[in-house]
């Protein structure tokens, strides 16, 4: 990608990434562009984190070019431009497992110096910031409260909010949904798709393998199935029953509501090698 390329976001071009003579990614070519809200679909083993880490980069591609944020890998600081990527996963929870004593406000101020625990000074604006995305997150209330006593749904919250109190211009949301009940579920959808109305908001990448997941805000889609990619592009013509059965290995019916996907497996035709 040429670095006078302002329209593109993350530019994947022709990768391949191979593990012990294996191919886990197979000549990938993938872009985002300004504007554009993503989600990544597929199996578990499909390659999707694998993606990430080389979007991230904590993994280099054995051939092809990577760019993000019209900056190439191997001609620029990653340090320094991981601070413009913001990266949600419920690892990060784990994380903070061993800060029982922090309070949901110092896990989002936290996140202004990508820390695990709070250990620089901070101002009197990073702390309205931070009480701001509490607020908007709908945790406002717990802002003195420590996070080990947070339900699931509200540490996602507070993951997120933090994420963004270092105003990342590229947001990734891996699998943010996973181990909520459906209300804590739904209520974390609505809350993001709120995010992603926001005003000069970041670039969102939601990876996910459940399908009702994808929000109206998410405007394209890409499957991946075995290390390639099934299909890529706007999601109404990326998300359809045949290109969701390559994805998944299952015979499913698509239905559409309230401009969400919802998928169906046609269970009497189940058949399994």
Same mark, same amino acid.
Request: one cysteine or more.
């Given at each position: 990608?040429?670095?006078?390329?302002?329209?593109?976001?993350?530019?994947?071009?022709?990768?391949? !990434?191979?593990?012990?003579?294996?191919?886990?990614?197979?000549?990938?070519? !993938?872009? *985002? @562009?300004?504007?554009?809200?993503?989600?990544?679909?597929?199996?578990?083993?499909?390659?999707?984190?694998?993606?990430? @880490?080389?979007?991230?980069?904590?993994?280099?591609?054995?051939?092809?070019?990577?760019?993000?944020?019209?900056?190439?890998?191997?001609?620029?600081?990653?340090?320094?431009?991981?601070?413009?990527?913001?990266?949600?996963?419920?690892?990060?929870?784990?994380?903070?497992?061993?800060?029982?004593?922090?309070?949901?406000?110092?896990?989002?101020?936290?996140?202004?110096?990508?820390?695990?625990?709070?250990?620089?000074?901070?101002?009197? @604006?990073?702390?309205?910031?931070?009480?701001?995305?509490?607020?908007?997150?709908?945790?406002?209330?717990?802002?003195?409260?420590?996070?080990?006593?947070? /339900?699931?749904?509200?540490?996602?919250?507070?993951?997120?909010?933090?994420?963004?109190?270092?105003?990342?211009?590229?947001?990734?949301?891996?699998?943010?949904?996973?181990?909520?009940?459906? @209300?804590?579920?739904?209520?974390?959808? /609505?809350?993001?798709?709120?995010?992603?109305?926001?005003?000069?908001?970041?670039?969102?990448?939601?990876?996910?393998?459940?399908?009702?997941?994808?929000?109206?805000?998410?405007?394209?889609? *890409?499957?991946?199935?075995?290390?390639?990619?099934?299909?890529?592009?706007?999601?109404?013509?990326?998300?359809?029953?045949?290109?969701?059965?390559?994805?998944?290995?299952?015979?499913?019916?698509?239905?559409?509501?309230?401009?969400?996907?919802?998928?169906?497996?046609?269970?009497?035709?189940?058949?399994?090698?």
């Amino acid at each position: 990608m040429s670095q006078s390329d302002s329209s593109s976001v993350i530019s994947i071009r022709n990768v391949t !990434w191979k593990q012990e003579g294996k191919a886990i990614l197979n000549n990938i070519s !993938w872009e *985002i @562009k300004k504007g554009e809200n993503w989600a990544l679909l597929g199996l578990n083993g499909s390659g999707k984190t694998s993606i990430l @880490k080389m979007i991230t980069g904590y993994q280099w591609p054995t051939t092809g070019d990577v760019s993000v944020l019209g900056n190439q890998f191997g001609k620029t600081n990653i340090p320094m431009l991981r601070r413009s990527i913001g990266w949600v996963s419920t690892s990060l929870d784990d994380k903070f497992h061993i800060r029982q004593f922090d309070t949901g406000l110092e896990v989002v101020l936290s996140g202004k110096f990508a820390s695990v625990g709070l250990f620089e000074d901070i101002t009197e @604006k990073d702390l309205d910031k931070a009480y701001h995305l509490l607020e908007q997150f709908n945790i406002g209330h717990l802002a003195n409260e420590v996070i080990t006593t947070f /339900s699931q749904g509200e540490k996602r919250k507070a993951m997120i909010a933090r994420s963004l109190m270092a105003g990342p211009r590229v947001l990734i949301l891996d699998e943010p949904c996973n181990g909520l009940d459906i @209300k804590s579920k739904e209520q974390l959808l /609505s809350t993001i798709e709120q995010m992603s109305a926001m005003p000069d908001g970041p670039t969102l990448l939601y990876v996910t393998h459940n399908v009702e997941e994808i929000i109206p805000s998410i405007s394209h889609v *890409i499957l991946m199935h075995s290390g390639g990619i099934i299909a890529q592009g706007d999601k109404e013509h990326t998300l359809t029953e045949p290109l969701l059965q390559n994805t998944f290995d299952v015979p499913l019916s698509l239905d559409w509501e309230n401009d969400r996907p919802w998928i169906r497996v046609k269970s009497e035709h189940m058949i399994f090698d």
